[in-house]
């Protein structure tokens, strides 16, 4: 697993575990910039989706990642990255391709901030899996564990992850190394 200098913190887990929330709120908070989840703005306006469509978001989500990464001088927020790609192919596909494994083996996050899915199901026109957010979060967790990806499990309502997140990064020694915005204030 190569990053560059700076790290690239990927919040993440299963639909409607907060993770967009969280993302958003970090990026308000510290002023690092967000990589939005690239399969929402393409499933907003092409709904019906195959397989090579996901790897095509996968790639999309890939780029501007790490156009942003090379942009900004400080570390960068993504609001999933090809973990969740991977574990959308494997669960709706039946198989993630090699490449796309390979490509988040090198070029994942530097540390994932996994979402707990214990807060109520939230209704929304993309999301596909309502009653087996538990599963896809065990995936998620399979994963980081078994490829060795730091990450934290966050957990209760949105007040509590942001507060977990951020004493994580504090700790991490990103916040104090890096102060943009209020953080650093």
């Known amino acids: 697993m190569t990053h560059p200098e700076y790290p690239l913190i990927v919040v993440t887990g299963p639909e409607s575990s907060g993770k ?3 993302a958003e709120a970090l990026s308000a908070h510290t002023g690092w910039p967000l990589v939005a ?34 942009s900004f001088s400080g570390p960068v927020l993504a609001d999933t990255d090809l973990l969740t790609y991977r574990i959308w192919l494997e669960d709706r596909f039946g198989g993630c391709p090699s490449w796309l494994t390979m490509m988040h083996r090198r070029h994942g996050g530097s540390l994932y901030l996994l979402c707990r899915p214990d807060m109520p199901w939230e209704p929304d026109p993309l999301r596909e899996n309502p009653r087996d957010r538990d599963r896809l979060w065990e995936a998620h967790l399979r994963i980081l564990e078994g ?17 977990e997140a951020l004493g994580v990064l504090q700790e991490a020694g990103w916040l104090q190394a890096h102060p943009v915005g209020r953080a650093g204030q």
Do not use: K, N
């Open 20 to 22: 967009t929330t969280l």
């Open 37 to 70: 989840e690239w399969a929402r703005q393409r499933l907003a306006e092409y709904p019906v989706y195959g397989e090579t469509d996901v790897c095509r978001m996968a790639l999309g989500q890939f780029r501007t990642q790490e156009t942003r990464r090379r």
């Open 147 to 163: 490829e060795g990806w730091p990450y934290r499990i966050l957990s209760g309502g949105p007040a509590h992850r942001m507060s």
